[in-house]
Protein backbone atom coordinates (compact mmCIF):
# COMPACT_ATOMS: atom_id res chain seq x y z
CA UNK A 1 0.00 0.00 0.00
CA UNK A 2 2.67 2.12 1.01
CA UNK A 3 4.14 1.81 -2.37
CA UNK A 4 1.51 2.38 -4.62
CA UNK A 5 1.07 5.80 -2.37
CA UNK A 6 4.39 6.80 -3.16
CA UNK A 7 3.77 5.70 -7.18
CA UNK A 8 0.74 7.74 -6.86
CA UNK A 9 2.44 10.69 -5.24
CA UNK A 10 5.24 10.95 -8.07
CA UNK A 11 2.46 10.90 -10.95
CA UNK A 12 0.66 13.43 -9.19
CA UNK A 13 3.94 15.75 -8.74
CA UNK A 14 4.55 14.68 -12.83
CA UNK A 15 1.36 15.42 -13.47
CA UNK A 16 1.52 19.25 -11.61
CA UNK A 17 4.41 20.01 -13.28
CA UNK A 18 3.34 19.37 -16.57
CA UNK A 19 0.75 21.48 -15.98
CA UNK A 20 3.25 24.11 -14.67
CA UNK A 21 5.00 23.69 -18.39
CA UNK A 22 1.98 23.74 -20.12
CA UNK A 23 0.55 26.94 -18.13
CA UNK A 24 4.09 28.64 -19.06
CA UNK A 25 4.12 27.94 -22.75
CA UNK A 26 0.36 29.17 -22.81
CA UNK A 27 1.55 31.97 -21.41
CA UNK A 28 4.36 32.75 -23.45
CA UNK A 29 2.10 31.87 -26.99
CA UNK A 30 -0.31 34.41 -25.78
CA UNK A 31 2.45 37.29 -25.38
CA UNK A 32 3.61 36.15 -28.82
CA UNK A 33 0.58 36.70 -30.48
CA UNK A 34 0.25 39.88 -28.61
CA UNK A 35 3.33 41.09 -30.37
CA UNK A 36 2.11 39.49 -33.87
CA UNK A 37 -1.10 41.79 -33.48
CA UNK A 38 0.43 45.03 -31.92
CA UNK A 39 3.71 44.71 -34.62
CA UNK A 40 2.34 43.15 -37.38
CA UNK A 41 -1.85 43.74 -37.06
CA UNK A 42 -1.74 39.56 -37.49
CA UNK A 43 -4.33 37.25 -35.37
CA UNK A 44 -3.28 34.16 -36.10
CA UNK A 45 0.13 32.00 -37.53
CA UNK A 46 -1.61 31.64 -40.48
CA UNK A 47 -1.76 35.12 -41.19
CA UNK A 48 1.54 36.09 -39.69
CA UNK A 49 2.93 33.79 -42.31
CA UNK A 50 0.93 35.44 -44.73
CA UNK A 51 2.45 38.76 -43.87
CA UNK A 52 6.21 36.97 -43.74
CA UNK A 53 5.54 35.92 -47.41
CA UNK A 54 4.66 38.98 -48.37
CA UNK A 55 7.86 41.11 -46.68
CA UNK A 56 10.26 38.82 -48.01
CA UNK A 57 8.91 39.32 -51.16
CA UNK A 58 9.08 43.17 -50.22
CA UNK A 59 12.85 42.86 -48.91
CA UNK A 60 13.82 40.72 -52.33
CA UNK A 61 12.14 43.71 -54.67
CA UNK A 62 13.72 46.56 -52.65
CA UNK A 63 16.95 45.08 -52.67
CA UNK A 64 16.69 44.13 -56.49
CA UNK A 65 16.11 47.72 -56.97
CA UNK A 66 19.04 48.60 -54.50
CA UNK A 67 21.50 47.22 -56.68
CA UNK A 68 20.41 48.32 -59.83
CA UNK A 69 20.71 52.21 -57.96
CA UNK A 70 24.36 51.06 -56.59
CA UNK A 71 25.09 49.75 -60.37
CA UNK A 72 23.88 52.84 -61.76
CA UNK A 73 25.85 55.21 -59.53
CA UNK A 74 28.59 53.23 -59.93
CA UNK A 75 28.69 53.25 -64.00
CA UNK A 76 28.07 57.17 -63.64
CA UNK A 77 30.40 58.14 -61.79
CA UNK A 78 32.83 56.02 -63.42
CA UNK A 79 33.01 56.91 -66.83
CA UNK A 80 32.97 60.89 -65.31
CA UNK A 81 36.31 59.97 -63.89
Known amino acids: MADLMKQYNNLKKEAE ?4 TA ?10 MQ ?11 EEAEKKLG ?10 KEFEIAVQEFEEEWETEE
Not at 17 to 20: L, R, V
Not at 23 to 32: I, P, W, Y
Open 17 to 20: EAQQ
Open 23 to 32: DKAEGALGQV
Open 35 to 45: QLKKEFDCSTI
Open 54 to 63: QLRKQESKTK
